[in-house]
């Protein structure tokens, strides 16, 4: 049994075959831009947006990371 397991209440515990057929969709939420040239210094929907982003410096691919960990 994999170490994961299901807060649920019942203790059920995740096969590694039942991580390994998690799908993961990734979305444009609206306000991409091309890493190489930003064109926006608001990217990112405001309740993800990035430290680097709300300060209004420089951000990079990080920002997204952030984004990703917010969802």
């Known amino acids: 049994l994999c170490p994961f ?3 649920d209440g019942l203790g059920n515990q995740l096969e ?4 390994m057929s998690i799908e ?3 979305a444009d939420l609206g306000s991409a831009c ?6 926006s210094k608001e990217i990112q929907t ?4 990035a430290l680097e ?3 209004g410096l ?14």
């Open 5 to 7: 397991h299901l807060e």
């Open 46 to 49: 405001q309740p993800y947006r």
């Open 58 to 71: 420089d951000y990079g691919t990080p920002a997204d990371i952030w984004s990703t960990a917010c969802l």
């Open 34 to 39: 091309w890493t190489y040239k930003p064109f």
């Open 16 to 19: 590694e075959s039942d991580l």
């Open 24 to 26: 993961v969709k990734i």
């Open 53 to 55: 982003v709300l300060l």
